[in-house]
């Protein structure tokens, strides 16, 4: 079974900073070749992919995050990441974690609350 545990979120004033973190284990799960991403969903609200990132490196993003959230991984501590700088109040919400495996597989986090203050 793949586990995906999300750390790393709070309370943040706007304008401020935050990194999440996502490690992934499992037995049969080879993270260097998923696809991993961060979704967020806010109250009364369909959940959003935030940003993606492939097995090689390549990332892309929701519009309203482009310049001010960045997605790495570090494949050698099976962990993805996401910078977030310059937050605002309606980044608040709460982030999952989700990882496709190369047969499709998908897997999500438990979640990590992001609220930012005005």
């Known amino acids: 079974q793949v586990q995906l545990v999300e750390s790393g979120g709070g309370l943040v004033q706007a304008g401020g900073s935050l990194k999440l973190s996502c490690a992934a284990s499992?037995?049969?799960?080879?993270?260097?070749?998923?696809?991993m991403a961060w979704y967020r969903q806010a109250p009364g609200k369909q959940r959003e992919l935030v940003a993606r990132i492939l097995r090689g490196g390549s990332p892309n993003y929701l519009e309203s995050v482009k310049g001010r959230f960045t997605i790495s991984r570090d494949n050698a501590k099976n962990t993805v990441y996401l910078q977030m700088n310059s937050l605002k109040p309606e980044d608040t919400s709460v982030y999952y974690c989700?990882?496709?495996?190369?047969?499709?597989?998908?897997?999500w986090g438990q979640g990590t609350q992001v609220t930012v203050s005005s």
């Open positions: 989700n990882a496709r495996s190369l047969g499709g597989s998908e897997y």
């Open positions: 499992g037995s049969t799960f080879s993270f260097s070749l998923a696809t």
